[in-house]
């Protein structure tokens, strides 16, 4: 059980467009989902975290206007990078926590802005 | 604010040597500790976790961690590691307030068959 997918696996975008990556969690109901960042070599960088119905809770220094998150539901929460840059080239991963400690994580979204 | 560090940045072993990876943390309060890996290509998957209780736990393929409170430590070990161990494997601090985890560096294991 506790199954996280997300979609995209990989995307290949034009600077400037839009990007929206969805994480799904299939088998619970996700209270709690996350976002984050993993540069090349690097650990993860949390993002942002979101609670199904409320908005999003951004960590320092990232965008909230550049990356728009959704959590409309239990099961599903959806990234949008806007306008991207190739600076914003990276993998993103998200996971989902069912009122507990512990995060399921997704199999990570791969942009590559050119 | 919680800290995690990962003294190892990249290990290489040759198979069924012992393995430590060292895991320090920083943080006020109750800590939830985990080890997590991720194999190239493949997303991240939980290897052991310690809320509370036996501070030695044991996790799937043998790997196991020991929290040692006085020391802010939740190291990984496995006594013989194998070429299919090579991957990234992180540390993890999660805060008792509900799930927030602060990740470590990393550690990139290598095994050599």
């Known amino acids: 059980g506790a199954v996280v997918s997300q979609h995209p696996s990989r995307v290949i975008c034009k600077s400037g467009t839009s990007v929206k990556i969805e994480c799904r969690s299939l088998?619970?109901?996700?209270?709690?989902m996350f976002w984050y960042r993993q540069f090349p070599k690097q650990s993860l960088m949390l993002m942002a975290t979101?609670?199904?119905?409320?908005?999003?809770?951004?960590e320092q220094g990232v965008e909230k206007d550049k990356f728009l998150i959704n959590h409309a539901s239990l099961t599903l929460s959806t990234l949008t990078v806007t306008s991207a840059h190739p600076e914003d080239s990276s993998f993103y991963i998200c996971?989902?926590?069912?009122?507990?400690?512990?995060?399921?994580f997704g199999p990570g979204t791969r942009l590559t802005v050119t | 604010a919680q800290s995690v560090s990962q003294h190892n940045h990249h290990v290489i072993l040759s198979e069924a040597a012992s393995l430590e990876l060292g895991c320090n943390y920083s943080?006020?309060?109750?800590?939830?500790l985990f080890w997590y890996v991720q194999y190239p290509g493949q997303h991240l998957q939980l290897l052991l976790k310690y809320f509370s209780g036996d501070p030695l736990v044991k996790g799937i393929k043998g790997f196991e961690a020991e929290f040692i409170k006085s020391k802010f430590s939740f190291n990984l070990r496995k006594p013989s590691v194998q070429w299919s161990d090579t991957a990234e494997y992180f540390c993890a601090v999660g805060n008792n307030a509900g799930n927030m985890l602060t990740f470590g560096g990393g550690t990139r294991l290598m095994v050599k068959p």
């Open positions: 996971s989902a926590s069912s009122q507990g400690y512990e995060q399921y």
């Open positions: 088998d619970f109901q996700a209270t709690t």
């Open positions: 979101s609670n199904e119905g409320s908005k999003a809770t951004y």
């Open positions: 943080y006020g309060g109750t800590v939830n």
